[in-house]
């Protein structure tokens, strides 16, 4: 298998490397399609002249009306989200309609009850969230629905948002997991949800298994920890978004992962729903590069702050199957022909939007403000360093 993997890379690199000489740059196609979807919210006046101001994450926001694409659904609870962009001027949303309204969007169709309007106040030029929800379907690892909207505030834009479906209903709804956790780090929980009609039982057994995970860290090695990690973690899912986290230099990411019960799975086993990648491409991780280079020296693992990835990085015989599947991956998440045409299907949802100056100005107050010109322009670095950040490391994993 070894073999021919490496044969396939070789094809690939060779195929994807003529590309980048020939063609030297991003290549993007104009849209012919301009439509795109709009959320009208009409709410009190007094809120209105409040909700540009740092407010409380859960802050209730109470809705006179709201339209998706001109249709009137009734919300039943729409609430501010978010620790970080609670205190950036745009807000971004916990919204729950009275009944599911039928999305419909370049990914396909999904009907949601609940859902997420992320303002993307911290996702510079609103590309990396896109972007890595795509690469995590791409590889496997969790199908979320999402597309941009406008949204609209009392008849005044809020600039471009991501509509996404909560990571929890991935995990409960598509996946039909009975329980899912979201983590912080090691054993840590920040938050559990169960399905309906969930027994108590399992609820108490997949909590015990949760909390296990550390236990296997600090008291088996080689052999007999990768065979406990497999049993109730599903590692190539886990190693599928470290490689991911790594390649594209994932600043914060350690307490942006679900972990549910796979429903098909017995014995009882963790699948991963990752979220929030808002801080791809940093040149260092959460906890600083001193530190990160102190406890995983040059283990191909982006950062060190939770204790399952450093015992991955530590150990010999569990980190020599996460570099095989490391390789294994690779041709797949770096091909050049494939990252062309993901950038461009996210420069053709994007760039409608940037047709109204009302939708991207407000962008000054966002972490970086953005314009149709700058937000193009960024396309084409990232996609040069990911081209080049993919020669670096397949040199790291030997596929040279």
């Given at each position: 298998?070894?073999?021919?993997?490496?044969?396939?890379?070789?094809?690939?690199?060779?195929?994807?490397?003529?590309?980048?000489?020939?063609?030297?740059?991003?290549?993007?196609?104009?849209?012919?399609?301009?439509?795109?979807?709009?959320?009208?919210?009409?709410?009190?006046?007094?809120?209105?002249?409040?909700?540009?101001?740092?407010?409380?994450?859960?802050?209730?926001?109470?809705?006179?009306?709201?339209?998706?694409?001109?249709?009137?659904?009734?919300?039943?609870?729409?609430?501010?989200?978010?620790?970080?962009?609670?205190?950036?001027?745009?807000?971004?949303?916990?919204?729950?309609?009275?009944?599911?309204?039928?999305?419909?969007?370049?990914?396909?169709?999904?009907?949601?009850?609940?859902?997420?309007?992320?303002?993307?106040?911290?996702?510079?030029?609103?590309?990396?969230?896109?972007?890595?929800?795509?690469?995590?379907?791409?590889?496997?690892?969790?199908?979320?629905?999402?597309?941009?909207?406008?949204?609209?505030?009392?008849?005044?834009?809020?600039?471009?948002?991501?509509?996404?479906?909560?990571?929890?209903?991935?995990?409960?709804?598509?996946?039909?997991?009975?329980?899912?956790?979201?983590?912080?780090?090691?054993?840590?929980?920040?938050?559990?949800?169960?399905g309906k009609k969930v027994p108590k039982s399992l609820v108490k057994k997949s909590k015990k298994a949760f909390l296990s995970i550390p236990d296997f860290c600090h008291n088996l090695t080689g052999d007999a920890l990768y065979d406990s990690l497999s049993s109730h973690l599903d590692l190539d899912d886990y190693f599928s978004w470290l490689a991911f986290n790594y390649w594209a230099m994932n600043g914060d990411y350690t307490d942006e992962v679900c972990y549910y019960i796979q429903p098909d799975h017995r014995p009882l086993r963790f699948g991963i729903v990752p979220w929030d990648f808002d801080d791809l491409l940093t040149q260092a991780p959460h906890e600083g590069m001193d530190l990160r280079n102190r406890r995983l020296g040059d283990a191909l693992i982006y950062s060190s702050e939770d204790l399952l990835d450093r015992t991955i990085a530590a150990d010999s015989v569990v980190y020599g199957h996460y570099l095989e599947h490391f390789r294994a991956i690779f041709p797949k998440m770096t091909d050049p022909r494939y990252l062309q045409m993901l950038f461009n299907r996210i420069y053709l949802e994007l760039a409608p939007f940037y047709a109204n100056p009302d939708n991207y100005t407000i962008s000054s107050h966002d972490r970086e403000a953005t314009d149709p010109e700058s937000m193009k322009r960024n396309f084409g670095k990232v996609y040069a360093f990911l081209l080049k950040r993919s020669e670096e490391i397949k040199a790291e994993l030997g596929l040279d």
């Open positions: 298998m070894r073999i021919n993997r490496s044969i396939l890379y070789l094809l690939l690199c060779a195929v994807g490397c003529s590309v980048l000489h020939a063609q030297g740059k991003l290549q993007l196609d104009e849209p012919t399609d301009t439509g795109y979807l709009k959320i009208d919210l009409q709410i009190p006046n007094s809120i209105a002249g409040q909700i540009h101001e740092p407010l409380r994450s859960g802050s209730g926001i109470p809705v006179n009306a709201m339209k998706i694409s001109g249709e009137p659904v009734e919300v039943e609870e729409m609430k501010t989200r978010g620790k970080s962009s609670a205190f950036f001027y745009r807000k971004s949303f916990n919204v729950q309609l009275k009944d599911a309204y039928s999305f419909k969007g370049p990914g396909g169709k999904k009907k949601m009850k609940h859902f997420y309007l992320l303002a993307q106040a911290m996702d510079t030029h609103y590309f990396r969230n896109h972007f890595a929800f795509s690469m995590m379907r791409e590889l496997g690892v969790a199908d979320f629905y999402f597309q941009y909207a406008e949204l609209s505030i009392n008849g005044h834009s809020e600039g471009i948002y991501l509509v996404i479906e909560r990571p929890y209903d991935v995990a409960l709804r598509d996946q039909d997991a009975p329980v899912v956790y979201r983590r912080l780090e090691s054993r840590r929980i920040d938050k559990e949800k169960s």
